[in-house]
């Protein structure tokens, strides 16, 4: 499986930001997704015990925006289209638009984003059942494949993103500075590709 990336993103980046200022605060990432969702590591930093700086907000669900301005990110043409090549030509519809805001911090633990299954989604039921099932291979079947756009804005020195696009078991591969204005298109909630 690919990761496809996206050079300038946004043709008005300073609109997206002034959306993230415009739509603060934001939850605490620990507060949102239980320690299974990590591989295991009930440690929330490479420090031991910490709570990253990083937070989140959900400006669309069910291909809906719920925030003012948020049809500017799930209408973008550029993640259909990478979407769309990411799986061979398959008609794409934008549905979710979680938004995370990163402090600088050590690197976080591995994880695989939350699946979606047809009539069990996590508007509806608890992340720790999605995962579970998820990670358990059972109802592949009834899975719904999705697409995940990671987009930084960062400006700053250093930093990077790593991921592994042909499963957790493949090679690790990392996008380094300059972060701004940049994505990368993969199906990020599927351990096994």
Not at 59 to 77: R, S, T
């Amino acid at each position: 499986m690919q990761a496809i990336p996206i050079e300038n993103v946004f043709d008005d980046p300073d609109a997206i930001r002034t959306l993230v200022e415009r739509h603060g605060p934001y939850r605490a990432l620990a507060s949102y997704l239980p320690v299974s969702a990590t591989r295991g590591d009930r440690e929330a930093t490479a420090e031991h015990g910490g709570t990253l700086p990083w937070f989140r907000g959900t400006w669309a669900a069910n291909g809906k925006p719920l925030v003012a301005g948020a049809e500017l990110i799930l209408e973008n043409p550029r993640f259909r289209e990478a979407a769309s090549q990411l799986f061979q030509g398959a008609e794409v519809v934008p549905n979710t638009i979680a938004v995370n805001v990163n402090a600088p911090m050590p690197s976080g633990a591995v994880h695989v984003d939350i699946p979606s299954f047809r009539g069990t989604t996590r508007d509806r039921y608890p992340i720790q059942l999605l995962q579970a099932m998820g990670s358990s291979g059972l109802f592949e079947p009834w899975r719904i494949v999705e697409a995940g756009a990671v987009v930084w804005f960062y400006e700053g020195p250093g930093g990077a993103y790593e991921y592994w696009p042909d499963g957790l078991s493949g090679p690790k591969r990392s996008v380094s500075a300059p972060l701004t204005n940049r994505a990368l298109v993969a199906d990020n909630d599927r351990s096994r590709l």
